[in-house]
């Protein structure tokens, strides 16, 4: 029979064990918390167990199974301690929770150990029960977590890796965090130093046979490895030469050396990667091996003997000699792939470029390696070649690869020129310019996000920023978003933003516009007032919304009124720009800083200078609203902008835009112009500006003047008769280059009283006349209906030495032209004109006959159908000699009331009532008398009026009775109401003229009967 060890040695054992255990617990130096917290519950079982050792414990059964299961829980948590004392710290952090989760598990163990002891010993520990439960409770609810920050550096891990995420930058990331996590410093010799520790935890655990361990382990280490931190790059330098050499006695076309048997696995038959060594020295692929045991088989894989002992082990030194086999095959293809750059064949090139791009996916290793043997160097300088393209998308994808997340590549990137070479390639086609800004975003990360210098090597390049602002508008998304991405960084750079700004790309400029200080602001709206800006920037602005912040800033100190009214000068002259200073609430505070009395006169001009804008272009009154659209009153904008035209101490620069700004809103509205003219005294204050040195008042106050004359011309004639004023006026008639200015001086003219004929008489003196003339050769069509209006004062009946001068300055040829222009008005006054003149046509014929040898005239020239004499143009004005009949006769076919109303007037000159005999019959064999006829069915009251007079001449002749009574008499008895006996204007006169036909019809039927 078994001695039994006596229960209070064991509880002195036990006793000791947490003590000691106690102690390593707060020695541990990761998840320190975790383990002190272990260690404090451990301490704080030692005075139960004295508790127990001085109340002498009942030696029972139950007693010593209780003792048995507290023992072996802490031995569990003292092998826990010393399991993680001295491992890799890398290590320690991926496991981090779960080593937690074991810590939190032995806690919770020996707290239920310790309630089953006290259970047994209820009575004995009755002193302490309180700290007792406390104790047990505390323990077996226990609740550990690994450090918040650490889960998220694992959680990161962990996601990378499910992610297959293996890129250099990644690793970067990954590697740091982990080294700061445990207090390890990024440094090469540091880093390399763990990374062996944590290589050195995966062969332990493989040793372990731990699949699921060594996998992760494997994926963890193969990532980190990637990072710059993890390389010595003089030791992968040397390395690199040290192979080289081995090669150096292979030819140089040999791109391949054939493995040795050793190094083939006996299972795959494939070059190992992680051999592994039975007891029989047979190599085997370690991942082949564990699933041939897991096969059932038994066998050694060489010999196929049965294996009395089936462990194994790394051989790392084959592994080392297979490592080694594989970086001299990667040199002899590194070599080759620089002979096929130098041949600079598109076929030689891409072969290259392919072995280059699987050398890296085979080993990461070769990034370096390809740039220390000058690869990176030769590509660089092959960016401007002339490949073809598919070579050179392949050339700048295998360059990001090279350089990706790799800070040295990137370097030797920048020595090459690499940027500068790539700059021009962004402005190709869309497919080499797509794989140019792949390239250069790439070169521009860093490891902390984007690399400042670089950055500022690309802005420098004149067209650097212009090619990617034009890229922006691709329509390949990824192209453009990636643009944008190195734009918005280059814009950091208060120059850049300008450069943006300059390639119509005003997003970055308008943002510091909107949100930046005050400084920043003023800042870049200085700036924008130096560019030169065309209408399509102007609208891109006006779209990006300064608009509001400008106005805001007209609301500040006098620089930033400045700044933001010369800015606004710019955007109102864009006509969708002008809603939205109206829509900002913009044109009160304008109108309000303008009509400041005591603002700077910079200030105001530049305030002129906007309503001017906003009133231009047949804008006037739209804009001039308040920020809910309502239309502000006008007349006091008026008032004071006549007002500054009195001012003798205001300046150019103010009284030109308030000139134009006037003009723009009188144009628009005939009722403002009506308040300018009768509150203003506009005529007064306008007219004197006709003397202003400066052309462009001049010019302005001309065509005010034109509008200003429909309402009070009096003035005007009295102004213009003194001395050199009306040379000035003509002077403005004869100035071709102003049409505008043209328009108005004749309008102007057109507006004056026509009885005054002094100003006539001084006009054909002054050549004015023929000015008017020449405007109807050459003259906008506006110009030109006004100058038809202005020559009425030439052609009046009553002056027949003007209307002589008139035709003989050749203005009949350009009346019966204008007779057929696209314009009524036009249309309307030629024949009102040609009709003046046709009017002294039968008197002048007359005057003609009457003189001797009429006898010889009659033999030798044709008489003139209508006037019964020797006609010409010339002479006797005759519209037939000048055929203006045939145009006369189309505008009265044509139906509009205007021109139909002007033809029969004029055509009526041929029919005088004293003899209407010879003019009836012109205007029969035209076919004229027809369409008269028919305006009595369609035409105004007006417009029947003189159809009516003048078929009451024709009708006068009995032989049109006959030929168009019949036609006549059903519009003239409508006209009449079927009664010739009412009252009224068209009544009366349509029933003389049915008395006319009824009259001569009577005589037809008489004659007829007998």
């Given at each position: 029979?078994?001695?039994?060890?006596?229960?209070?040695?064991?509880?002195?054992?036990?006793?000791?064990?947490?003590?000691?255990?106690?102690?390593?617990?707060?020695?541990?130096?990761?998840?320190?918390?975790?383990?002190?917290?272990?260690?404090?519950?451990?301490?704080?079982?030692?005075?139960?167990?004295?508790?127990?050792?001085?109340?002498?414990?009942?030696?029972?059964?139950?007693?010593?199974?209780?003792?048995?299961?507290?023992?072996?829980?802490?031995?569990?948590?003292?092998?826990?301690?010393?399991?993680?004392?001295?491992?890799?710290?890398?290590?320690?952090?991926?496991?981090?929770?779960?080593?937690?989760?074991?810590?939190?598990?032995?806690?919770?163990?020996?707290?239920?150990?310790?309630?089953?002891?006290?259970?047994?010993?209820?009575?004995?520990?009755?002193?302490?029960?309180?700290?007792?439960?406390?104790?047990?409770?505390?323990?077996?609810?226990?609740?550990?977590?690994?450090?918040?920050?650490?889960?998220?550096?694992?959680?990161?891990?962990?996601?990378?890796?499910?992610?297959?995420?293996?890129?250099?930058?990644?690793?970067?990331?990954?590697?740091?965090?982990?080294?700061?996590?445990?207090?390890?410093?990024?440094?090469?010799?540091?880093?390399?130093?763990?990374?062996?520790?944590?290589?050195?935890?995966?062969?332990?655990?493989?040793?372990?046979?731990?699949?699921?361990?060594?996998?992760?382990?494997?994926?963890?280490?193969?990532?980190?490895?990637?990072?710059?931190?993890?390389?010595?790059?003089?030791?992968?330098?040397?390395?690199?030469?040290?192979?080289?050499?081995?090669?150096?006695?292979?030819?140089?076309?040999?791109?391949?050396?054939?493995?040795?048997?050793?190094?083939?696995?006996?299972?795959?038959?494939?070059?190992?990667?992680?051999?592994?060594?039975?007891?029989?020295?047979?190599?085997?692929?370690?991942?082949?091996?564990?699933?041939?045991?897991?096969?059932?088989?038994?066998?050694?894989?060489?010999?196929?003997?049965?294996?009395?002992?089936?462990?194994?082990?790394?051989?790392?030194?084959?592994?080392?000699?297979?490592?080694?086999?594989?970086?001299?095959?990667?040199?002899?293809?590194?070599?080759?792939?620089?002979?096929?750059?130098?041949?600079?064949?598109?076929?030689?090139?891409?072969?290259?470029?392919?072995?280059?791009?699987?050398?890296?996916?085979?080993?990461?290793?070769?990034?370096?390696?390809?740039?220390?043997?000058?690869?990176?160097?030769?590509?660089?300088?092959?960016?401007?070649?002339?490949?073809?393209?598919?070579?050179?998308?392949?050339?700048?994808n295998t360059l990001r690869d090279i350089i990706e997340g790799h800070a040295i590549n990137k370097d030797i990137f920048i020595k090459n020129q690499g940027i500068e070479k790539l700059v021009p390639c962004l402005g190709l086609d869309s497919t080499i310019s797509e794989a140019a800004v792949e390239l250069l975003y790439e070169v521009l990360q860093e490891r902390s996000g984007w690399n400042v210098p670089y950055c500022r090597i690309l802005s420098q390049h004149d067209n650097a920023i212009p090619f990617l602002v034009s890229l922006l508008k691709s329509p390949i998304r990824a192209l453009a978003e990636k643009s944008e991405e190195i734009l918005m960084k280059l814009c950091d750079e208060d120059e850049n933003v300008i450069q943006g700004a300059k390639a119509n790309w005003f997003t970055p400029l308008a943002d510091k516009i909107i949100q930046g200080s005050s400084s920043t602001r003023m800042s870049m709206v200085k700036a924008l007032l130096g560019l030169e800006l065309d209408e399509e920037k102007i609208k891109l602005l006006g779209e990006e919304?300064?608009?509001?912040?400008?106005?805001?800033?007209?609301?500040?100190?006098?620089?930033?009124?400045?700044?933001?009214?010369?800015?606004?000068?710019?955007?109102?002259?864009?006509?969708?720009?002008?809603?939205?200073?109206?829509?900002?609430?913009?044109?009160?505070?304008?109108?309000?800083?303008?009509?400041?009395?005591?603002?700077?006169?910079?200030?105001?001009?530049?305030?002129?200078?906007i309503l001017a804008n906003l009133s231009s272009s047949g804008d006037g009154t739209r804009f001039l609203v308040d920020e809910t659209g309502t239309q502000l009153e006008l007349q006091p904008v008026i008032a004071h902008l006549l007002a500054f035209q009195e001012n003798l101490h205001r300046c150019d620069i103010v009284q030109r835009p308030a000139l134009r700004s006037l003009l723009g809103i009188c144009q628009s509205e005939a009722g403002l112009v009506k308040s300018a003219v009768l509150s203003a005294s506009g005529v007064s204050v306008i007219l004197p500006l006709l003397d202003d040195p400066n052309q462009e008042i001049r010019e302005l106050a001309i065509n005010l003047l034109f509008l200003f004359s429909q309402h009070e011309p009096e003035g005007v004639v009295e102004y213009l008769l003194r001395p050199r004023r009306l040379e000035a006026l003509v002077g403005f008639l004869e100035n071709c280059d102003k049409n505008d200015v043209q328009m108005a001086a004749v309008g102007l003219l057109a507006n004056l009283p026509k009885s005054e004929t002094?100003?006539?008489?001084?006009?054909?003196?002054?050549?004015?006349?023929?000015?008017?003339?020449?405007?109807?050769?050459?003259?906008?069509?506006?110009?030109?209906?006004?100058?038809?209006?202005?020559?009425?004062?030439?052609?009046?009946?009553?002056?027949?030495?003007?209307?002589?001068?008139?035709?003989?300055?050749?203005?009949?040829?350009?009346?019966?032209?204008?007779?057929?222009?696209?314009?009524?008005?036009?249309?309307?006054?030629?024949?009102?004109?040609?009709?003046?003149?046709?009017?002294?046509?039968?008197?002048?014929?007359?005057?003609?006959?009457?003189?001797?040898?009429?006898?010889?005239?009659?033999?030798?020239?044709?008489?003139?159908?209508?006037?019964?004499?020797?006609?010409?143009?010339?002479?006797?004005?005759?519209?037939?000699?000048?055929?203006?009949?045939?145009?006369?006769?189309?505008?009265?076919?044509?139906?509009?009331?205007?021109?139909?109303?002007?033809?029969?007037?004029?055509?009526?000159?041929?029919?005088?009532?004293?003899?209407?005999?010879?003019?009836?019959?012109?205007?029969?064999?035209?076919?004229?008398?027809?369409?008269?006829?028919?305006?009595?069915?369609?035409?105004?009251?007006?417009?029947?009026?003189?159809?009516?007079?003048?078929?009451?001449?024709?009708?006068?002749?009995?032989?049109?009775?006959?030929?168009?009574?019949?036609?006549?008499?059903?519009?003239?008895?409508?006209?009449?109401?079927?009664?010739?006996?009412?009252?009224?204007?068209?009544?009366?006169?349509?029933?003389?003229?049915?008395?006319?036909?009824?009259?001569?019809?009577?005589?037809?039927?008489?004659?007829?009967?007998?």
């Amino acid at each position: 029979m078994t001695e039994l060890i006596p229960i209070g040695t064991i509880l002195t054992v036990i006793t000791h064990q947490i003590i000691k255990t106690a102690q390593a617990a707060n020695d541990v130096v990761f998840e320190k918390e975790s383990f002190k917290v272990l260690g404090k519950h451990l301490l704080d079982i030692e005075p139960v167990l004295k508790e127990l050792q001085l109340n002498q414990l009942n030696d029972s059964p139950v007693a010593r199974q209780a003792l048995e299961s507290l023992e072996i829980d802490v031995k569990k948590a003292n092998n826990l301690v010393e399991k993680y004392k001295d491992r890799a710290r890398f290590y320690l952090l991926v496991k981090c929770r779960h080593i937690v989760k074991e810590i939190q598990d032995v806690t919770r163990d020996i707290g239920r150990s310790l309630a089953a002891l006290s259970l047994v010993n209820v009575e004995v520990l009755s002193g302490i029960s309180d700290q007792v439960n406390r104790l047990q409770t505390e323990m077996q609810r226990a609740e550990f977590e690994a450090s918040h920050s650490r889960l998220e550096i694992v959680d990161k891990l962990n996601q990378g890796l499910s992610d297959q995420t293996f890129d250099k930058e990644f690793a970067n990331d990954m590697l740091e965090e982990i080294a700061r996590a445990v207090g390890v410093p990024v440094e090469v010799k540091e880093i390399s130093r763990e990374l062996e520790n944590f290589k050195k935890e995966k062969e332990e655990a493989a040793n372990r046979k731990e699949r699921a361990e060594v996998l992760f382990l494997e994926q963890v280490i193969e990532l980190l490895s990637r990072a710059d931190a993890a390389r010595d790059y003089e030791e992968v330098r040397n390395q690199y030469f040290q192979r080289l050499k081995v090669i150096e006695r292979y030819d140089s076309k040999e791109e391949y050396i054939q493995p040795f048997k050793a190094f083939t696995c006996r299972i795959t038959e494939t070059v190992m990667i992680d051999p592994v060594s039975l007891c029989t020295g047979t190599a085997c692929e370690r991942a082949a091996l564990e699933d041939w045991f897991e096969s059932g088989k038994k066998t050694d894989p060489e010999t196929g003997e049965i294996l009395q002992d089936s462990s194994y082990r790394s051989n790392i030194q084959l592994r080392q000699l297979i490592q080694e086999w594989r970086e001299l095959n990667y040199c002899l293809k590194i070599r080759s792939c620089k002979a096929k750059l130098d041949l600079k064949m598109d076929s030689s090139v891409e072969e290259a470029l392919d072995q280059m791009r699987d050398l890296m996916r085979e080993n990461s290793i070769n990034k370096e390696w390809i740039s220390v043997g000058g690869l990176t160097d030769v590509m660089v300088t092959m960016l401007d070649s002339t490949l073809k393209e598919a070579v050179k998308i392949k050339l700048f994808n295998t360059l990001r690869d090279i350089i990706e997340g790799h800070a040295i590549n990137k370097d030797i990137f920048i020595k090459n020129q690499g940027i500068e070479k790539l700059v021009p390639c962004l402005g190709l086609d869309s497919t080499i310019s797509e794989a140019a800004v792949e390239l250069l975003y790439e070169v521009l990360q860093e490891r902390s996000g984007w690399n400042v210098p670089y950055c500022r090597i690309l802005s420098q390049h004149d067209n650097a920023i212009p090619f990617l602002v034009s890229l922006l508008k691709s329509p390949i998304r990824a192209l453009a978003e990636k643009s944008e991405e190195i734009l918005m960084k280059l814009c950091d750079e208060d120059e850049n933003v300008i450069q943006g700004a300059k390639a119509n790309w005003f997003t970055p400029l308008a943002d510091k516009i909107i949100q930046g200080s005050s400084s920043t602001r003023m800042s870049m709206v200085k700036a924008l007032l130096g560019l030169e800006l065309d209408e399509e920037k102007i609208k891109l602005l006006g779209e990006e919304g300064i608009i509001p912040p400008l106005l805001e800033m007209a609301s500040s100190n006098i620089e930033s009124k400045k700044l933001s009214l010369f800015a606004l000068v710019k955007l109102s002259s864009f006509h969708d720009n002008k809603k939205l200073i109206a829509d900002a609430g913009g044109v009160p505070l304008i109108l309000k800083l303008l009509f400041s009395s005591h603002m700077l006169t910079i200030i105001t001009a530049k305030c002129a200078e906007i309503l001017a804008n906003l009133s231009s272009s047949g804008d006037g009154t739209r804009f001039l609203v308040d920020e809910t659209g309502t239309q502000l009153e006008l007349q006091p904008v008026i008032a004071h902008l006549l007002a500054f035209q009195e001012n003798l101490h205001r300046c150019d620069i103010v009284q030109r835009p308030a000139l134009r700004s006037l003009l723009g809103i009188c144009q628009s509205e005939a009722g403002l112009v009506k308040s300018a003219v009768l509150s203003a005294s506009g005529v007064s204050v306008i007219l004197p500006l006709l003397d202003d040195p400066n052309q462009e008042i001049r010019e302005l106050a001309i065509n005010l003047l034109f509008l200003f004359s429909q309402h009070e011309p009096e003035g005007v004639v009295e102004y213009l008769l003194r001395p050199r004023r009306l040379e000035a006026l003509v002077g403005f008639l004869e100035n071709c280059d102003k049409n505008d200015v043209q328009m108005a001086a004749v309008g102007l003219l057109a507006n004056l009283p026509k009885s005054e004929t002094l100003l006539t008489e001084k006009l054909i003196e002054l050549g004015g006349l023929n000015a008017i003339i020449n405007i109807l050769r050459s003259g906008t069509m506006e110009a030109k209906e006004n100058a038809l209006s202005a020559l009425f004062r030439f052609t009046d009946p009553t002056n027949l030495k003007s209307q002589h001068i008139v035709v003989e300055l050749e203005a009949y040829p350009l009346l019966i032209d204008l007779l057929k222009v696209d314009s009524i008005t036009a249309n309307a006054r030629a024949a009102a004109l040609i009709g003046d003149l046709s009017m002294r046509s039968q008197e002048l014929s007359c005057e003609f006959k009457d003189r001797g040898c009429w006898c010889i005239y009659r033999a030798r020239f044709p008489i003139c159908k209508a006037h019964g004499g020797v006609c010409s143009v010339r002479s006797t004005f005759c519209l037939l000699e000048a055929n203006a009949l045939p145009d006369l006769i189309h505008l009265l076919r044509g139906k509009v009331h205007a021109t139909a109303y002007e033809a029969i007037q004029t055509l009526s000159t041929l029919v005088p009532e004293e003899s209407p005999q010879r003019g009836a019959n012109v205007l029969h064999e035209s076919s004229a008398i027809g369409p008269v006829i028919e305006v009595l069915s369609w035409g105004s009251e007006s417009l029947k009026a003189e159809a009516l007079s003048l078929l009451e001449k024709v009708f006068m002749s009995k032989e049109m009775v006959d030929l168009y009574g019949l036609i006549a008499k059903s519009p003239l008895t409508r006209l009449t109401g079927r009664s010739i006996y009412e009252d009224g204007h068209l009544q009366r006169k349509a029933s003389r003229v049915l008395l006319l036909i009824e009259r001569y019809s009577r005589s037809s039927a008489s004659i007829n009967w007998e």
